[in-house]
Nanobody, 115 residues
């Protein structure tokens, strides 16, 4: 089992920055893929970014250049640096870890960007 706890969300003005963290505990392997997703009110959950154990990353096209995902395998933690935030980035952000055919989700952290 894997437990994920996100932190770092909050209220920020447009143009500001936030750094989200997701700490994983339980049976974690450095080979697990990790990622961030988000869900805005009335919309489907969507990929923000993901990172492999080797550090390869991919991002939602609309977020490239503003968001950066990284991971610290020694701490079993994945980060999401969000810059130049826009009101449309407002959503609940979820961390996800994939182990083989299993996926684990955190409880989410709210990010609200005011105009």
């Amino acid at each position: 089992q894997v437990q994920l706890v996100e932190s770092g969300g909050g209220l920020v003005q447009a143009g500001g920055s936030l750094r989200l963290s997701c700490a994983a505990s339980g049976t974690i392997f450095s080979t697990d893929a990790m990622g961030w997703y988000r869900q805005a009110p009335g919309k489907q959950r969507e990929l923000v970014a993901r990172i492999t154990s080797g550090g390869s990353t991919n991002y939602a096209d609309s977020l490239k250049g503003r968001f950066t995902i990284s991971r610290d395998n020694a701490k079993n933690t994945v980060y999401l640096q969000m810059n130049s935030l826009k009101p449309e980035d407002t959503a609940v952000y979820y961390c996800k870890v994939v182990q083989g055919f299993k996926a684990y989700w955190g409880q989410g952290t709210q990010v609200t960007v005011s105009s």
